[in-house]
């Protein structure tokens, strides 16, 4: 990502219901695309460690759905 514009994921498809990220200066920017006031700052390093765990399925119980 090099410029500042939102970009969601491609998985989101058409739905409103996603999470967009941005670079912003020296920050990665993250928000909900339908509450796009509430922005979460965090450095590159610690998005790529984040990301890092998504891939390797640490955060994948908190997906987990009930019926």
């Given at each position: 990502?090099r410029?500042?514009?939102?970009?969601?994921?491609?998985?989101?498809?058409?739905?409103?219901?996603?999470?967009?990220?941005?670079?912003?200066?020296?920050a990665?920017?993250?928000?909900?695309?339908?509450?796009?006031?509430?922005?979460?700052?965090?450095?590159?390093?610690?998005?790529?460690?984040?990301?890092?765990?998504?891939?390797?399925?640490?955060?994948?119980h908190?997906?987990?759905?009930?019926?």
């Amino acid at each position: 990502m090099r410029n500042s514009t939102w970009q969601k994921s491609s998985y989101s498809g058409s739905n409103a219901d996603c999470v967009e990220v941005r670079v912003s200066g020296a920050a990665i920017e993250l928000r909900e695309s339908d509450e796009g006031d509430v922005i979460v700052r965090t450095t590159t390093p610690r998005f790529a460690a984040f990301l890092q765990g998504a891939k390797a399925g640490d955060f994948d119980h908190l997906a987990a759905t009930t019926a």
